[in-house]
C-alpha cells in the first residue's frame, strides 16, 4: 500500500540524535515514542539521549566553535538565508509533521513555519552587522576600543508548544553571532527540531554547529551540560518552575542564561474600546495554538459597561470554531498536548464553576479519541478562582468586570508573571497611561498576537529575562570585550 502524506513526512526526517554533523542511535539503543495528541497513537520512536551522547554532543558544539567563530559574517549568513529558502519550500510538509506531533490545525502549523524561518532570514540579515566602536577618551588622549564576540557553545531547551520556532529563535541568532548549540526539544514533539538539523544541513552548516538530542530524561541528561564548564550560555523556554531549577543548576559556574519562562497574560477591554476589534484579538489571543501558549491571554478583564456584550460575542465565536483533529483544515481546535494537560485545565474549570463563574459556552471534555476540550468562556469568576492565578493552558476564556481604570490595572499587575498583555481603548491618552504602568514585558495594543521575529519576545518578573528576535535577540549571542588604548608614549596614570 502507498505511504499516506503522513507516514511520508514522519519518515522523513531522522529518528536519530544529530551529532557533529552525523545522525545516531542512542548509546544504549533506547529509544522514545512520539505520539499524535488527536489520536493517541505512537507516530514513531526515537532515540532516548544517554549522558554520554549529551557529552559528546556538547564536546562537537565545543569543538565546532573553535572555527565556526572565525568563519565570515557572510559565509554565515549564507547558511542562514539558504535555510530560510528550505523551510519555506517544505512549509506544507513541515506543518504537516508539526500537526502531527503536536495536534495544532494546520493552518496555524503553516504559520509557525513562516514565524520560525523569519528568525532564520532575520539573523542572516543581521549577521553581517555585528559591530563594535571606537571613541576617544573624554580626556583626548586615549581611546576605547570595543569587540563584540560570540559568547560560546550554548545549550538550548525548548518547549512542545511551539516546536519549530522556539528553536529557530535561538538557533538562528546563536548562528549568525558565531556560536554553536546542543539543542533539547521537548519530549512530546522532538521531530520538529530533528527536521530543522536537516534543514541546515543541506543548508551547508558544518557538523558539530548544531547538535540536537532527544531524551526521556531531560533533568539527569541536561543537568551535566548545564554544569560543564564548556557551556557558555543557557537558553531556556518552559515553564517558570522548570527555569528556576536550570537558574539554580548554572549559578555554580555563573552561567550566562535567558528564561523565556510561563505567563498569566491580563486582556484588558476598556468602555471605548473598538468591541469588534476586541472580539476579534481576544479570539486570537486565546485560540491561537489552543490556549497552549505562553502569550495566550489568561483572564479577560472587561469594563462592566460592556463586559455582557463582550462575554455574549465572544462566547457565540468560541462555540462556532469546529473542533477536530488539525489535518483536516476545517477543523480549528485540535487536542491538547496529553491526557494530563486537559485534566488540568478541566480541573481549574470545575474549581471556578464550584466557586460561582458561570460557563457561557463549552466547559467539557470532548469524548472519543484525543485530548479534546472545548472553547470555553467563563463569565462573572469570582477572585478565588484557580484560573486567574494559574497558566490555564488551555481554550478557556474567563472574563470578570472591572469598574475603573486604576482597578483594571491593578488586576493586571496583580500576578508573579509579567510576559505580555493586551489592552484595547480608542482612547490615545489612555493608551499611553495603560502602556507605561503594564509590568509585562510585551503589550498586544489593539491586537491580539505579539509574535514578530524582528521585535525583542520576553518578559519581566517571574516569566524570565532575556530577549529573544530582532537586534536585542542577537546581543544574547554576543559579548563586548573593552579595550583601553594608550596611543601616546606616556604611561597612563590614575
Ligand atoms: P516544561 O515542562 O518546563 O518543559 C520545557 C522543556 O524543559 C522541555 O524540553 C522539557 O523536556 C525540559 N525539561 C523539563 N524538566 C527539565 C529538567 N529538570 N531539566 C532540564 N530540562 C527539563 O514546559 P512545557 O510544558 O514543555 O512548556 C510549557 C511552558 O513553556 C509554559 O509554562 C509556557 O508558558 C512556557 N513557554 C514560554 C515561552 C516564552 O517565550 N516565555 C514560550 C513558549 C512556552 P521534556 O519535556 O522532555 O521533559
Given at each position: 500500500?502507498?505511504?499516506?502524506?503522513?507516514?511520508?513526512?514522519?519518515?522523513?526526517?531522522?529518528?536519530?540524535?544529530?551529532?557533529?554533523?552525523?545522525?545516531?542511535?542512542?548509546?544504549?539503543?533506547?529509544?522514545?515514542?512520539?505520539?499524535?495528541?488527536?489520536?493517541?497513537?505512537?507516530?514513531?520512536?526515537?532515540?532516548?539521549?544517554?549522558?554520554?551522547?549529551?557529552?559528546?554532543?556538547?564536546?562537537?558544539?565545543?569543538?565546532?566553535?573553535?572555527?565556526?567563530?572565525?568563519?565570515?559574517?557572510?559565509?554565515?549568513?549564507?547558511?542562514?538565508?539558504?535555510?530560510?529558502?528550505?523551510?519555506?519550500?517544505?512549509?506544507?510538509?513541515?506543518?504537516?509533521?508539526?500537526?502531527?506531533?503536536?495536534?495544532?490545525?494546520?493552518?496555524?502549523?503553516?504559520?509557525?513555519?513562516?514565524?520560525?524561518?523569519?528568525?532564520?532570514?532575520?539573523?542572516?540579515?543581521?549577521?553581517?552587522?555585528?559591530?563594535?566602536?571606537?571613541?576617544?577618551?573624554?580626556?583626548?588622549?586615549?581611546?576605547?576600543?570595543?569587540?563584540?564576540?560570540?559568547?560560546?557553545?550554548?545549550?538550548?531547551?525548548?518547549?512542545?508548544?511551539?516546536?519549530?520556532?522556539?528553536?529557530?529563535?535561538?538557533?538562528?541568532?546563536?548562528?549568525?553571532?558565531?556560536?554553536?548549540?546542543?539543542?533539547?526539544?521537548?519530549?512530546?514533539?522532538?521531530?520538529?527540531?530533528?527536521?530543522?538539523?536537516?534543514?541546515?544541513?543541506?543548508?551547508?552548516?558544518?557538523?558539530?554547529?548544531?547538535?540536537?538530542?532527544?531524551?526521556?530524561?531531560?533533568?539527569?541528561?541536561?543537568?551535566?551540560?548545564?554544569?560543564?564548564?564548556?557551556?557558555?550560555?543557557?537558553?531556556?523556554?518552559?515553564?517558570?518552575?522548570?527555569?528556576?531549577?536550570?537558574?539554580?543548576?548554572?549559578?555554580?559556574?555563573?552561567?550566562?542564561?535567558s528564561m523565556e519562562?510561563?505567563?498569566?497574560?491580563?486582556?484588558?477591554?476598556?468602555?471605548?474600546?473598538?468591541?469588534?476589534?476586541?472580539?476579534?484579538?481576544?479570539?486570537?489571543?486565546?485560540?491561537?495554538?489552543?490556549?497552549?501558549?505562553?502569550?495566550?491571554?489568561?483572564?479577560?478583564?472587561?469594563?462592566?459597561?460592556?463586559?455582557?456584550?463582550?462575554?455574549?460575542?465572544?462566547?457565540?465565536?468560541?462555540?462556532?470554531?469546529?473542533?477536530?483533529?488539525?489535518?483536516?483544515?476545517?477543523?480549528?481546535?485540535?487536542?491538547?498536548?496529553?491526557?494530563?494537560?486537559?485534566?488540568?485545565?478541566?480541573?481549574?474549570?470545575?474549581?471556578?464553576?464550584?466557586?460561582?463563574?458561570?460557563?457561557?459556552?463549552?466547559?467539557?471534555?470532548?469524548?472519543?479519541?484525543?485530548?479534546?476540550?472545548?472553547?470555553?468562556?467563563?463569565?462573572?469568576?469570582?477572585?478565588?478562582?484557580?484560573?486567574?492565578?494559574?497558566?490555564?493552558?488551555?481554550?478557556?476564556?474567563?472574563?470578570?468586570?472591572?469598574?475603573?481604570?486604576?482597578?483594571?490595572?491593578?488586576?493586571?499587575?496583580?500576578?508573579?508573571?509579567?510576559l505580555?498583555?493586551?489592552?484595547?481603548?480608542?482612547?490615545?491618552?489612555?493608551?499611553?497611561?495603560?502602556?507605561?504602568?503594564?509590568?509585562?514585558g510585551m503589550?498586544?495594543?489593539?491586537?491580539?498576537?505579539?509574535?514578530?521575529?524582528?521585535?525583542p519576545f520576553g518578559g519581566v518578573?517571574?516569566s524570565g529575562f532575556g530577549r529573544e528576535g530582532?537586534?536585542e535577540?542577537?546581543?544574547?549571542?554576543?559579548?563586548?570585550?573593552?579595550?583601553?588604548?594608550?596611543?601616546?608614549?606616556?604611561?597612563?596614570?590614575?
Amino acid at each position: 500500500m502507498a505511504a499516506t502524506a503522513e507516514d511520508r513526512v514522519v519518515e522523513t526526517v531522522p529518528h536519530k540524535l544529530y551529532i557533529a554533523g552525523e545522525w545516531r542511535d542512542g548509546g544504549e539503543g533506547g529509544t522514545l515514542p512520539v505520539e499524535d495528541p488527536a489520536t493517541g497513537e505512537v507516530l514513531c520512536e526515537v532515540a532516548d539521549a544517554t549522558n554520554a551522547d549529551a557529552n559528546a554532543a556538547l564536546g562537537a558544539a565545543h569543538g565546532a566553535f573553535q572555527t565556526w567563530r572565525n568563519v565570515a559574517p557572510r559565509e554565515r549568513a549564507d547558511v542562514l538565508r539558504r535555510a530560510y529558502d528550505l523551510m519555506m519550500e517544505r512549509q506544507d510538509d513541515l506543518a504537516l509533521l508539526m500537526t502531527l506531533e503536536m495536534g495544532k490545525p494546520l493552518s496555524e502549523s503553516a504559520g509557525e513555519i513562516v514565524y520560525a524561518a523569519n528568525f532564520f532570514r532575520w539573523y542572516a540579515e543581521e549577521a553581517v552587522r555585528v559591530n563594535g566602536r571606537f571613541t576617544v577618551n573624554e580626556n583626548g588622549k586615549g581611546r576605547v576600543l570595543t569587540l563584540r564576540q560570540p559568547v560560546g557553545p550554548c545549550v538550548f531547551i525548548t518547549p512542545w508548544n511551539f516546536p519549530m520556532a522556539m528553536g529557530t529563535r535561538k538557533v538562528g541568532p546563536a548562528i549568525a553571532a558565531g556560536c554553536t548549540c546542543v539543542v533539547k526539544p521537548a519530549k512530546q514533539t522532538p521531530l520538529s527540531m530533528l527536521a530543522m538539523a536537516q534543514i541546515l544541513e543541506e543548508a551547508g552548516l558544518p557538523g558539530g554547529v548544531v547538535n540536537i538530542i532527544t531524551a526521556k530524561s531531560s533533568g539527569s541528561v541536561m543537568e551535566p551540560l548545564i554544569k560543564d564548564p564548556r557551556t557558555r550560555k543557557l537558553s531556556f523556554t518552559g515553564s517558570t518552575e522548570v527555569g528556576k531549577k536550570l537558574i539554580a543548576q548554572g549559578a555554580d559556574q555563573v552561567l550566562r542564561m535567558s528564561m523565556e519562562l510561563g505567563g498569566n497574560a491580563p486582556f484588558l477591554v476598556f468602555e471605548d474600546a473598538d468591541l469588534d476589534l476586541a472580539v476579534e484579538g481576544a479570539l486570537l489571543a486565546k485560540m491561537r495554538n489552543i490556549g497552549e501558549a505562553c502569550t495566550s491571554a489568561n483572564r479577560f478583564h472587561v469594563h462592566e459597561s460592556v463586559a455582557g456584550d463582550f462575554a455574549q460575542r465572544l462566547a457565540a465565536r468560541m462555540g462556532d470554531l469546529k473542533i477536530g483533529r488539525g489535518t483536516d483544515p476545517d477543523n480549528k481546535v485540535g487536542p491538547l498536548i496529553d491526557d494530563d494537560q486537559r485534566g488540568k485545565v478541566a480541573g481549574l474549570v470545575e474549581d471556578a464553576v464550584s466557586k460561582g463563574a458561570t460557563v457561557a459556552v463549552g466547559g467539557n471534555r470532548v469524548d472519543g479519541p484525543g485530548y479534546f476540550y472545548e472553547p470555553t468562556v467563563l463569565t462573572d469568576v469570582p477572585d478565588s478562582a484557580d484560573l486567574l492565578k494559574e497558566e490555564i493552558f488551555g481554550p478557556v476564556a474567563p472574563i470578570k468586570g472591572f469598574s475603573s481604570e486604576e482597578e483594571a490595572i491593578r488586576w493586571a499587575n496583580d500576578t508573579e508573571y509579567g510576559l505580555v498583555a493586551y489592552a484595547f481603548t480608542q482612547d490615545i491618552s489612555r493608551a499611553f497611561r495603560v502602556i507605561e504602568q503594564l509590568e509585562t514585558g510585551m503589550i498586544g495594543f489593539n491586537q491580539g498576537m505579539v509574535s514578530n521575529a524582528g521585535a525583542p519576545f520576553g518578559g519581566v518578573k517571574q516569566s524570565g529575562f532575556g530577549r529573544e528576535g530582532g537586534p536585542e535577540g542577537l546581543e544574547e549571542y554576543l559579548e563586548h570585550k573593552y579595550v583601553a588604548m594608550n596611543l601616546g608614549s606616556e604611561p597612563v596614570t590614575p
